[in-house]
């Protein structure tokens, strides 16, 4: 008891020094990212601006990225956050239905020209359950996902993990999400181009 509320405690302090703030797209960790764990020289990113039905519905942003590498694969950058648990606890699966603050972690996910997943990392874990979710070894599991593949599934083609369930599912349905997202806006600009648009 004393050490959920000593937790609690140091979650609202921190809150409240830090303010909750919206998704840091300029975070040390995404440069530090892209040049050493995707060994891009001199990488450069710029917004991708959405179609409106696109825009809405997204808590981060997509980026076209670009380095002096000639071999490089890596086309696309989305920077986004995934809200975990409720501030308090995450005993149940519905604690983020029940109102109320919510516990959250950033992440970045890099994708090639065919818009398929190379690389996933959590950068920013402000939440106090669930970190097994930053692990390389576990967010390896998306690398290759594409728009065309229907197949992730929590505890099937994706391992679940005791503990951090919320943070399992909003992750991988984040990442399912996004990934559909930036194949679609990929397939209509170069439809529009090949159209003379």
Known sequence: MKQTVLTLLLVTISWIA????????????????????????????????????????????FFNVSCDNTDAEIK???????????????????????????????????????????????FNYQATHGHEVTAKGWLKQFIGYNPNDNNLEVGKTIDSISGATISVNGITDDIKNKTQIIGEVINLSSMQTSSGY
Request: proline share 3%; net charge negative.
């Open 18 to 61: 830090n303010g909750r703030g919206d998704v840091n797209y300029e975070h040390k960790a995404v440069q530090k990212t892209l040049e050493k764990s995707c060994n891009l020289i001199n990488p450069r990113v710029c917004e991708l601006e959405l179609p409106a039905q696109y825009a809405a519905d997204i808590d981060g942003k």
């Open 76 to 122: 696309y950058m989305y920077i986004g956050r995934v809200n975990s648990c409720r501030a308090g606890g995450c005993s149940m699966p519905s604690a983020l239905s029940q109102g109320g603050e919510s516990e959250y972690f950033d992440y970045l996910m890099v994708f090639n020209a065919r818009c398929e997943v190379m690389m996933v990392k959590v």
